[in-house]
């Protein structure tokens, strides 16, 4: 293997580290009733280290049915997702799987394509539970209350 090709191995691994830390460090998500505003939490833990395995040519991540996406640059999840980022998304089967600090795509009747904004709060109705969703960019929540069979997946890795 060229030493070329392993750089860029140890590159996109770093840059996968790194990426979490980042939003780790910088994303933190819930609603915080006092100053009237939300605050970003991290997405929760989807894959565990036990799940990834590093080798000189290769990083595979064992995640079962996952699939690839990609993103319009809509400006309302700036600076984590934009035209060049690709995802590795899930599709939740409870809602359970669904967290405060999460990146979700969602189905609504104001939008020809899914939204992808970031869980900022789960509460409960007379329906039962729904999901408050905010883009990371944006001033204030989404007018609407998400519900589990909306989701259409979960995005729970990003590589640029």
Known sequence: MSIRKTLWIIAIFLFIIISTAFST?????????????????PPSDTISEGQIKVYRDKIIIHI????????????????????????????PKTKSEVHIGDII???????????????VDIRQDELGTYFITKGDNNASADPVKVRFDQIRYKLIAIIY
Request: aromatic content about 16%.
């Open 25 to 41: 460090a910088y994303a933190t998500s819930y609603f915080n009733e006092t100053e009237e505003r939300f605050m970003l939490l």
């Open 64 to 91: 079962n049915d996952a699939q690839w996406s990609s993103y319009l640059d809509t400006n309302s999840m700036s600076p984590v997702l934009f035209s060049g980022a690709n995802g590795i998304e899930i599709i």
């Open 105 to 119: 795509a969602y189905e609504t009747k104001w939008n020809n394509i899914p939204v992808i904004h970031r869980v």
